[in-house]
């Protein structure tokens, strides 16, 4: 259990909960919002990924028993979610579906060089600057370190200031803004700062 300037927060690792809740599946699902020209809008993301979570990738943070805030992470090349080509094809039909898949798997290759990689922080909107967020971070970090990493790494887009306000008051250090410039000519991804930080263990 955290204090924070609100409720006390109590972060926990999903898979650890006896149930899943159908509106934190929707919640985590909606966050792929940067890969919508592969996975469609939130409702095609919920259809495609909703029955691939790898709940043991996700960390959620609770004021009062409810949910108000999670992430995600990637740890041995496994994220929050592992589909198979199968809802592609029956959302988008056998070639558009097995297009959109083998996209899919290129975009979540491209992070196969990090680590502990950290996916779609978020919290609702009516618990934010309560320090829920910071909660989460602070036991991704000791996720992290139990697991045998010393840096945690992630993306932020560049127009999101107030995300990037806030890893940098955890210490994030920028390393190199992505796409580069032939990329983004021909993939319409938004543009991302790659953030590092390393850590070290709890004296
Ligand atoms: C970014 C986000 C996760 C922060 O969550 P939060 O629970 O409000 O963050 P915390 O309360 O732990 O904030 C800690 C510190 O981060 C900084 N910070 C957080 N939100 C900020 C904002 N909107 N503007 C400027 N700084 C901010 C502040 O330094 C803050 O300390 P302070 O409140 O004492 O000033 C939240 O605003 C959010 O969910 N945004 C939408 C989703 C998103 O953009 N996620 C990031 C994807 S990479």
């Not at 109590?10 to 020209?37: C, H, M, N």
């Not at 083998?102 to 990689?117: A, D, H, K, P, Q």
């Not at 790494?153 to 999101?160: M, P, R």
């Not at 940098?168 to 790659?194: C, D, E, G, K, Y």
Request: charged content about 20%.
């Amino acid at each position: 259990m955290t204090e924070t300037r609100g409720e006390p927060v109590q972060v926990v690792l999903a898979s650890s909960l006896a149930q899943r809740d159908p509106e934190v599946a929707r919640w985590i699902t909606a966050g792929r919002g940067s890969l919508a020209f592969i996975l469609g809008d939130e409702d095609c993301r919920h259809r495609l990924l909703a029955q691939s979570i790898n709940w043991d990738r996700v960390l959620l943070a609770c004021q009062e028993g409810a949910p108000v805030g999670y992430t995600s992470f990637k740890h041995q090349r496994r994220g929050p979610f592992s589909p198979g080509i199968r809802p592609f094809i029956h959302e988008f039909g056998r070639l558009g579906g097995s297009l959109r898949y083998g996209l899919f798997v290129i975009s979540e290759c491209r992070e196969w060089y990090y680590g502990f990689y950290l996916y779609g922080l978020h919290v609702r909107k009516t618990a934010r600057r309560q320090g829920v967020a910071s909660a989460l971070l602070q036991v991704a970090f000791d996720q992290a370190l139990s697991l045998g990493h010393t840096k945690i790494e992630l993306e932020v887009q560049v127009k999101n200031l107030a995300a990037r306000a806030f890893y940098a008051r955890h210490a994030f250090m920028p390393i190199r803004t992505f796409p580069t410039n032939w990329l983004s000519r021909v993939m319409p991804f938004p543009t991302v700062i790659n953030l590092r930080r390393r850590l070290s263990p709890h004296p």
